[in-house]
């Protein structure tokens, strides 16, 4: 089946540097996700990409829907404590009929005050 | 309003039994789907249901089954549980249709454990 492959796997960072994660696949996705997910708890969406090239923001968060349509990357700019956590990205298989997700292996965010 | 609702969060069983969890979506939503998480496998797609139709399968074994009622509420079904059962399961809730712009909004799910 169709794999995403999220890198960097993990990153340690230092408070207020930006943060770059990206997804890449051999298969083409209709749409691209963000999420966040803490421990113990479900993860949470940040930002939805529809159309290949959009570039969309929210607050400190900025991704982009690849041209391709095989890949998105999320920019996290000034980094602060509350963002770690594991972030995902996800893709609809652009031959699905429904609401099925494929997800990415998470980047594991570390921030040092 | 009320996000998906996932019962019980927390769930120890033994070998060879089996288990049902529950997800109450967010009202309106009539599409569930349901997500194995696991440190080794990350999140596997299990199954899609809508309008009480199974729309999608993930790669499991038959003894992962679902089904959802007329009020769009989901249960999910794990028989003869191994070890290898023991991960996060979780749910996610959407509009009808595809993903929407009210995107795929996930419960804090159920936590199995097989002993």
């Known amino acids: 089946g169709q794999q995403l492959n999220q890198s960097p796997q993990s990153m340690f960072i230092q408070e207020g540097e930006d943060v770059s994660m990206n997804c890449t696949s051999s298969?083409?996705?209709?749409?691209w996700l963000w999420y966040k997910q803490d421990p113990g708890e479900g993860p949470v969406l940040l930002i939805a990409?529809?159309?290949?090239?959009e570039l969309t923001s929210n607050g400190r968060l900025t991704a982009q829907f690849g041209i391709t349509r095989k890949d998105s990357f999320l920019n996290i700019s000034a980094s602060i404590p509350s963002d770690v956590g594991i972030y995902f990205c996800?893709?609809?298989?652009?031959?699905?009929?429904?609401?099925?997700?494929?997800f990415g292996g998470g980047t594991r965010l570390m921030v040092k005050p | 309003k009320a996000g998906v609702t996932q019962t019980p969060r927390y769930l120890i069983k033994t070998r060879g039994q089996q288990v049902t969890l529950s997800c109450s979506p967010i009202?309106?939503?009539?599409?569930v789907s349901w997500y194995q998480q696991t440190p080794g496998q990350g999140l596997q797609f299990l199954f899609e249901?809508?309008?009480?139709?199974?729309?999608n399968k993930g790669n499991f074994p038959g003894r992962f089954s679902g089904r959802q009622f007329s009020n769009s509420r989901s249960e999910m079904n794990v028989s003869t549980l191994e070890l290898g059962d023991s991960a996060l399961y979780l749910c996610?809730?959407?509009?009808?249709?595809?993903?929407?712009?009210?995107?795929?909004?996930f419960g804090s799910g159920t936590r199995l454990t097989v002993v």
């Open positions: 990409l529809y159309k290949a090239g």
């Open positions: 249901y809508f309008s009480e139709t199974q729309r």
């Open positions: 298969s083409i996705f209709n749409t």
């Open positions: 009202s309106g939503h009539r599409s």
């Open positions: 996800a893709g609809q298989p652009w031959d699905n009929a429904g609401n099925m997700l494929t």
């Open positions: 996610a809730s959407s509009l009808a249709g595809r993903v929407g712009d009210d995107g795929y909004t």
